[in-house]
């Protein structure tokens, strides 16, 4: 089973969404988690969500996961020792707000199969379907210096990510004139 996942933003990501309608060869299932999009790909059981269990237990049974760029989903694919097949949003497109899931997938190519172009999806997953993620540890072996670093990175790059979540701030004000008969030194 192929397992495709468009986290749990509000904008759709139809652009993924529809791409896994090419994935299911020879019959092979592909469930997809389609959260706010609309599009409904022919052959693949579809869901806007799913509870966290059923979602880990979907997971559990996939032999490749497809995923966003967004570090807790990838994380279902690095805890289960697969490599997930990555397609970052493009915010260019309307798929989120802003580029960090670009920014982050490029900072994990050596982990992932990360695809630019959804042209290229299904050979990514064939690619993944061979690989095992030998570095990374599994659900039952924490390894606290990983996750330290994997928190850094997010919080490096979450950080680095303009604010595009509300209005803009006002520009700084001025500051006020200096009082009449006052020094520049003052």
Known sequence: MIL???GTHHQPFDRLV???AG???DGEDVVVQAGASAVRPAGCRVQAWWPPDDLARLADEAAVIVSHG?????FLAWER???PVVV????SRGEHVDDHQQRFARTIEDRARVVW????LAGAVDIARTMLEPGLPRR???DPAFVRRFAATVRALVRGAPDRSGPPEPPPARPAPPPPGARPDE
């Open 117 to 120: 172009d959804v042209r290229d």
């Open 140 to 142: 039952d072996e924490a």
């Open 23 to 25: 994935l299911g060869a």
């Open 4 to 6: 495709v996942l468009t």
């Open 81 to 83: 020792g697969r490599v």
């Open 70 to 74: 967004g570090p807790g989903s990838l």
């Open 18 to 20: 529809a791409a896994a």
């Open 88 to 91: 970052p949003r493009d915010p």
